[in-house]
C-alpha cells in the first residue's frame, strides 16, 4: 500500500493516523508540509519504506535523514503506478 501524507505531525494527527494502519512494507511518500516528519524519529517509520519529495524539502529548507529517500516527480509517478492500494492522509 501507498500512503500519501500531506500535513505537518507538529499540528496535524495524519501521520499517526497512517502509521495505525500502515504494515510492514508500506510504502510513505511525504509531500507538502508532511516532509517536516523527517524531523522525527527514525521509529516511528519502523518496517516501512519512506520517500520524501525532493522539491517540498528543499523548500522548506530539511535536510532528509539517511533512512528517507528523496524523489523526484517522475519518481512519485513511478511509485504511484507501482503500489496499490493508495491512501492519502491530510
Not at 500535513?7 to 495524519?14: C, E, K, L
Not at 520517500?51 to 512519485?76: E, S
Amino acid at each position: 500500500m501507498l500512503h500519501f501524507v500531506s500535513t505537518s505531525p507538529f499540528q496535524y494527527s495524519a501521520l499517526q493516523e497512517c502509521r495505525k494502519i500502515a504494515q510492514d512494507g508500506d510504502v510513505v511518500v511525504l509531500l507538502a508540509d508532511g516532509v517536516y516528519a523527517a524531523l522525527v524519529e527514525e521509529k516511528l517509520f519502523s518496517g516501512l519504506q519512506v520517500f520524501a519529495v525532493k522539491d517540498h524539502m528543499a523548500a522548506r529548507g530539511i535536510n532528509a535523514p539517511g533512512w528517507i529517500t528523496c524523489a523526484d516527480y517522475d519518481q512519485l509517478v513511478a511509485l504511484t503506478c507501482q503500489h496499490h492500494p493508495v491512501q492519502t492522509w491530510c
